[in-house]
């Protein structure tokens, strides 16, 4: 059964992960300590406005989205570039090959485990920790399950492009240099670093044109414009992310089709 | 100095976590606080001489990779004295480390993007050897291998062969007085194997290196080592020269038997049936002796008999009358079965000892 | 003091020989370079667009906010050039691979640090010298003897407290199994350095100063050059406080590698 196949897999990368014993709680004590320093930057920064609202962002908006960006950051990355560029330059790769699940699946559900429990262990404390401290700012509502849903169509689409990136590993030995190019187009332009709502005018256009805002950008929003936004208008936005999840996924799959020609050309 | 390593009742003993099975085990470890202490050397003693090559066996996980690394000062005993070169290892690791060469496996100890001569060169600065003595040093590695196609190779570029190589005289090359070599022929075909262990003894006879090597291959001690120490379980089982080893297992011959014209073709069951009615044959005529029964890998029934007990001859005789034997084949015991032997059956070696 | 030329002699060497074996790899060194100089191209660009929403971040402006993250780049250079090794620790860790560093008569410390030279900090350098002399020429700042010759002790000092923050990260993969998260955290505290600790309350501005001095790192400094007159009275120690933390990150490495044995095998 595939199913089966799939769930010991998950299985397995959520007994990894707890394997970690401490460093769970760093991850935890880590979010926290950059809860603190976010959060007083930003009030800093508000100070200097008196407090207003900046292009539709008040103070409490900017922090529920930096700081939820970052956990969802944790439970997001899977480092998988360096995965595939290592286990390319090792030749691990063949054994990879070998199984009988097809490799863009293995890597997917492989990751997945470790992506749930980060959720847990850091994801949901660090939201919790943000609802007391913003007095209840994030709208508990319908919304929520639009973020999971998001959230779960982001870490897709997130995983489609670190696997495209990670093929091109296969003709470079520079996975190092390609790795931080991705992460530094990644959440700069899927409105990590910054939110996109203060990028100005045209650099904003050009952002919702490309796929990288709907990892962050469109989950974080269903958090912090949770009461505004209407039914229909959370529908198209899922909707753009499933389309561009597919395509990703499309063109990530025929990429290495096309690429692991390179593999048994030259043997690993 | 009469030794250049004493080991007196060393203990290493590890502290390690109680892991509990399955996704609720990994989830209570994550509050366990359940230890328990791993004895991995028990009460081990020894006494090696300067220019002595001796074998350090025993199966996986047996305490020979701890000892090695106590010896070389990376590792601290629980208990017990550690004398090498006159010094005790962990406290000095440093002075200690630049009168040892160590190879550890497959684990190459060379800088991985440098050309093989850059790294010797590093060595010999590292170590502060002289011009002249590291200048002699290479010519006898050049009359002893073909290492000179190698010197302008980066080691991330060789083969596993090749490799070793390179770090066997890497660890040479700063004329240590002893050489712990862990595994050296791991994984390598069989010439290679050849060359790394004439390498060894050649080195060994030039310098008078004394050189520690664990091995799995009993080819290594036959071509190496004059003397074994056995351990398992990290404690001792044998410390003596092979000669002694052999000869008192070498009572011991095999007696190698074809009961069908083509046993090759047999299926596995049907050469296990046909090794049970030889076992039922001796067995009823010398129930009250000692015998190993296996399969060889054509097919052949091989009976391990200890001819202080009884001479082959009469089991051979007893089995011909009782079944027809197709052909017959003698083997003295090899150190293979020397050793498989003692790690099988470690009280016969107290006797031994 | 000859242990320290034989040190020194043995360094160089290694280095060059790592540099030569990198420039082989052409197409490697372009690509990662890029990769550093992006890096440090979104940063810039992050402070831009913040600056034009708000105009000033707790009293300091744009320009001198560049010259804290200009100066912060340049301070980071020792370290991505001379110790990035530490990155790979805890898989050497992991692995029993680190075991090989064991054995050699020299310092554990310094035989695995020599080990990498890492030329893309290079980039980074130079993006942050560019910075620096941007913010200058719009602060207005004087050139003077005293103002280059304060810059370069800062630099070092800043240095040396971000070299040992990461060293004691690094250090430990020694008792923890996957200390990966430990570095990327540590790694984002340094990257907070390039704010002014002055927005932070009282109880983090005294964190951020003794027990995780990420204050050290750019603010401090930076203050030196760019409002002289406000300088806290800390900051005069700030090279030897440097020096003293990094010693205790060495000394906390080395512990962790003596209780170092090699996992397995």
Known sequence: MRIKAYGALVRASVMDFMQFRLAAFVMLLGNIIYLIVIYNLWRAIYASVDNATINGMSFNDTMIYLVLASAQFTFMEAYLVWEMGRSIQSGKIVLNLLKPISYDKYLLFGIEGGNLCAFVVTFIPTFIIVQIITKGAIHMGVNLLFYLAAALFGMIINFAIDFFVGTICLYTESTWGINIMKEVVVLFLSGATVPLAFFPGTLKKIAMFLPFHAIYNTPLTFLTKGEELGLGESFIMLGEQILWAVVLLIIGKIFWKLSERVITVNGG | MEYVIELKNVDKEFKVLNRHEGLKGSFQDLFSRDYKIIKAVNNVSMNIKPGEIVGYLGPNGAGKSTTIKMMTGVLQPTRGEIVVNGKIPYKNRTANAQNIGVVFGQRSQLWWSLPLIESFKLLKDIYGISDKDYKDMLTLYESLVDIKELYSKPVRQMSLGQRTLSDILAAFLHNPPIVFLDEPTIGLDVSMKAKIRNLIKALNKEKNTTVILTTHDMGDVDALCERIVIIDKGTMLYDNDIEHLRSFFGAYRTLLIKTKKRPEELSEEERKSELESVETIVKEDFADKDFTFSLSDEGWCSVLIDESQVRLMKVLNHIQEKMKVYDVRLEEISTESVIRKIYEDAENLKKAN | ?265
């Open chain 3, 1 to 265: 003091m000859k242990r320290l030329g034989f040190y020194i002699s043995i360094y160089r060497k290694i280095i060059i020989q790592d540099i030569k074996s990198k420039m082989s790899y052409r197409s490697d060194f372009i690509i990662s370079m890029i990769g550093m100089i992006l890096t440090d191209i979104s940063e810039l660009l992050a402070f831009y667009i913040m600056f034009l929403n708000f105009p000033s971040v707790c009293g300091w402006t744009y320009h001198e906010m560049l010259f804290l993250y200009g100066f912060s780049l340049v301070a980071l250079t020792p370290l991505q050039c001379l110790f990035d090794n530490n990155w790979h620790l805890r898989h050497y860790v992991y692995d029993g691979e680190f075991i090989k560093y064991c054995f050699r008569p020299i310092n554990i410390f310094f035989y695995y640090i020599s080990e990498d030279f890492d030329t893309k900090g290079l980039g980074q350098f130079f993006v942050g010298m560019g910075t620096i002399v941007y913010a200058w020429y719009k602060l207005d700042l004087p050139v003077t003897f005293i103002n280059i010759a304060a810059l370069i002790v800062a630099i070092f000092a800043a240095s040396l407290f971000m070299v040992a923050i990461m060293n004691i990260a690094a250090a430990s993969c020694f008792f923890l199994t996957n200390s990966g998260y430990i570095m990327v955290t540590m790694n984002k505290f340094r990257d907070y350095a390039k704010y002014p600790v002055t927005i932070f309350p009282i109880f983090f501005r005294i964190i951020f100063t003794f027990i995780i001095p990420i204050a050290f790192i750019a603010y401090f400094p930076s203050l030196v050059i760019l409002r002289p007159q406000e300088i806290p009275f800390l900051t005069w120690f700030s090279p030897v406080y440097g020096l003293i933390f990094f010693y205790i990150s060495y000394r906390i490495w080395m512990w962790g590698a003596s209780k170092y044995s090699g996992t397995g095998s």
